[in-house]
């Protein structure tokens, strides 16, 4: 069965079912928790947006080599070694592994949009939850390494970071 011609071809064909795509050569893929994921569909013009229904993820895929895990705050990032469980175009609907928005082109969004919106999502989001707060806190403390960072949270998350933060300060100054 032949595939929609301007489409790549590790996309499967329509019957052939899932494929598990090596990103290599081909794209990174930037996994998102799907609230956030969800959020950033209305902000970043996509190409083809994937989902994988049971790991609670939408998934973007970028040109190979375009990001960095810094760029990409709050997301997982897979590149080269990796693979990315592609379906066939059509499947859209209800299928475990399917298309949020259809592919076409490349399939690949535009990577420095996509790493500018996820970081202004990750200033307003909760670090814990991902829920958009009300009135968020920024906590600001040493992580482990000794860096200084400021984290977003919700109320009911401030104590909690606020904890781990402390104990990540304690961690630093043990190993000084
Ligand atoms: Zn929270």
């Known amino acids: 069965m032949s595939q929609t011609a301007d489409l790549p071809s590790w996309i499967p064909s329509a019957g052939y079912g899932v494929s598990r795509v090596p990103c290599a050569g081909r794209f990174a893929a930037v996994v998102l928790p799907r609230p956030v994921g969800e959020l950033l569909l209305k902000a970043v013009p996509a190409r083809g947006v994937l989902t994988d229904v049971a790991a609670d993820v939408l998934v973007w895929l970028v040109p190979p080599g ?49 790493s500018s919106a996820l970081r202004r999502l990750s200033e307003r ?39 781990a933060l402390k104990y990540a300060a304690e961690v630093a100054r043990v190993l000084a």
């Open 66 to 114: 375009s990001l960095t895990t810094d760029a990409v705050p709050g997301a997982s990032l897979l590149g080269p070694g990796d693979a990315v469980h592609v379906p066939p175009a059509d499947w859209r609907r209800w299928e475990p592994v399917r298309w949020v928005v259809p592919p076409r082109g490349d399939c690949l969004a535009e990577p420095g949009v996509l």
């Open 125 to 163: 989001v909760c670090v814990c939850c991902w829920a958009f707060p009300e009135r968020p806190a920024v906590i600001t403390g040493a992580a482990a390494d000794g860096q200084s960072v400021s984290l977003t949270v919700c109320q009911l998350h401030a104590d909690e970071v606020t904890a």
